[in-house]
């Protein structure tokens, strides 16, 4: 009897604590544009250490991450825990020092409607670092990604919380994010009922800061963290309008009924110029500071018994100061008071409001004002947003829907604008005459810069309006095909060699076709497409490889394939524009560089190093997108080059085993420091015999060369 009773207990144990998920664990979602990690507590605080991660857009590009924090509260009226301690207004404040005490997270996975492809690079398989991003496979779900967080919370209401990602070209600037809250009356890691008591007068909320962006930045004192941010909001006239049928062509300025707020980066009051847009002054003038982040609500239940969408939520929707909050509410009562007076619409030392803030304190499109010096809080601005009061009866729920994205100029218009504007900015002569985004002119250079900034507000309300669409047609946008489930991409001594894997839906009726497209010196940056097979395209057959013949010699390329459909699946233009669809470039980004490499040398009087001298003054000439690169050209097929200083210290060791005649360097040491000024000594030894096709010995194993090189820094 004692045995089975302590089999009981052990294996109760062992259910409670498999229950428990780690505070730190998190999921990525990286499949389109816009790109997220989520984490087990049911929140999101952005900072690494080094940096604020996250609300990547566009995911193409270095720098794009938009987040810094979501605070996240629940609270109730007249409450009792399960300690039988009266509260006169209990709160929960979603924070990782919380887990354990106030928060218990017990699920974060991941699902995914089919495999990740794999991609390689002359042998090394770029995917593999995102394995761990996906726990299941649904090919039943519609969306891409699935992202599925459960947390139990003291007060006995159960957060579950879906993330929806897409990867369609015309949904992947969004999340859908639906909360259901029900009350569970569980208040710890195991499956015991604590509470069997209806929660009563219950707030949800959040206050939410973007940096927009990271890139921005670094020409914005403080703008890591928000410290500039202007936020926004619209949806004052939904309830008058909430039955209005959206559609593709609805004008923007006709889509300032949705319930939705936003941000972007404003005036440093620090800097001596206009720096909307966070113009890289110091570089070409690119705007660095072009996105608009923000959340749409698509669904608010109306009580537990009536789950039609309630038009007068958000309770409350505006702005409030970034570091101005009460505190996480823990267990004292005073903190607890004065969270639930703000979640009934109070800002927290006045700290706050519903209006449009830039409409009521930023009133010309020049001259712009800091929005820290509105509140003076350091810690920028938030996106305010409430829901409730519900009162949630024992195993009833709420649900509430949200879409969080990001949208903005594109990376092209922003190199166009800022240099322009840097062009001007630099001539105080010139006038232009600049051209605005509705073809006017205009002789003001920061009117013109701001002007074209501003259209990040249409694009991300367009960006808004697609996600309601969706959400309404029931996330049932029309399909692109699956892409390839394998892309290689081979550097070779005249060509570069791609083949892929045929894509599932190859066989669908809808079936388009493939295109590779191809970028130079670097990934992030516009990307060209140069092969095309299948529906109208001059290459009618389908077929699975591509022999790219026109690289030159010494730069890097860049590749991702997509399949394509014919359109006759997205001819309605409801839910997006019609057309044909194409698969994610996410998927099979090959973010490593193929080469066009040489034959191996004749001999090994043949090696050459380019450039010698090494200069730094001249870098920027020599390899483009690779500006700290040395290369060994015409070597052995098969070497090991030892890189020396002057007195004989080991620096780097390449084991080349390509079969090439090129290897590269960056310029750095065994320990990743970058190398100082010198002489250089490089000694290349043949690591294998080496037969040409025609019977000639080149070069035997052990055989060896020594040349000089000089960097100058």
Known sequence: MKKSLSLILLISLFSSLTAQVDKNLERNIRVGTFQNHYTAYGSERAWTGSYYAGMIWPADYDLTDNAVIKRAWIACDDFADARGINWDKYGIYFAADDVGRTLFPVRLDQSAKFKTPTVYVDGNDLNALYAKDVDSYNPDQIADRVVTNVVNTSMGLTMTRRIYAFSQQYHDDYFIKEFIFKNTGNVDYDDEIELNKELKGVYISWGVRYSVSRDAARFKNGQSWGKHTVVTRRGESYPARYTETLTEDTPPDQLDWLRAAFAWAGQDNTRSYDDIGAPAITLNGRLTGIQHAGIVTLHVDKSTTDHSDDPNQPSVMGWHAGDTYPGAGGLVAATMQDLYRMMQGNPYKGKGGTDRFDETYINTITNQKDPFTVHGDGGGTNIWLVYGPFDIPVGDSIRIVEAE?????????????????????????????????????????????????????????????????????????????????????????????????????????????????????????????????????????????????????????????????????????????????????????????????????????????????????????????????????????????????????????????????????????????????????????????YTTSDGRTLYKKGDQIVKKFVIIR
């Open 405 to 689: 994205g990001v949208n903005g100029l594109s990376r092209t218009m922003a190199n166009k604008i800022g240099e322009r504007w840097k062009k001007a900015f630099q001539n105080s002569s010139d006038k232009g005459p600049f051209e605005l985004p509705d073809g006017s002119t205009t002789t003001d250079k920061n009117v013109y810069k701001n002007m074209w900034v501003f259209t990040g507000k249409d694009s991300i309300m367009k960006t808004f309006s697609r996600a309601k669409r969706n959400f309404d047609s029931g996330m049932n946008i029309p399909q692109p095909p699956l892409p390839p489930g394998l892309f290689d991409v081979s550097s070779g001594g005249d060509k570069i060699f791609l083949s892929w894997q045929a894509s599932l839906s190859e066989s669908e009726p809808n079936f388009g076709g493939y295109r590779i497209y191809r970028a130079v010196g670097k990934a992030d940056t516009t990307y060209q497409e140069i092969f095309a097979c299948g529906v109208g395209t001059d290459n009618p057959e389908i077929v699975h490889s591509f022999e790219d013949r026109t690289p030159q010699r010494n730069f890097p390329y860049y590749y991702y394939i997509t399949a394509f459909s014919d359109g006759s699946n997205n001819r309605d233009g409801i839910l997006n524009p019609a057309g044909p669809l194409e698969s994610s470039k996410f998927y099979t980004w090959a973010s490593d560089p193929a080469y066009l490499k040489r034959q191996p040398g004749e001999t090994l009087a043949d090696v050459r190093i380019v450039p010698n001298p090494y200069n730094i003054s001249a870098r920027d000439f020599n390899y483009l997108g690779e500006p700290n690169k040395i290369t060994f050209l015409n070597i052995p097929a098969y070497c090991d080059i030892n890189i020396y200083t002057e007195r004989g210290d080991l620096v780097q060791t390449i084991k080349h085993r390509d079969g090439s005649g090129d290897a590269s360097w960056d310029a750095v040491t065994r320990t990743r420091q970058v190398v100082v000024s010198g002489v250089y000594i490089a000694h290349i030894q043949v690591t294998q015999d």
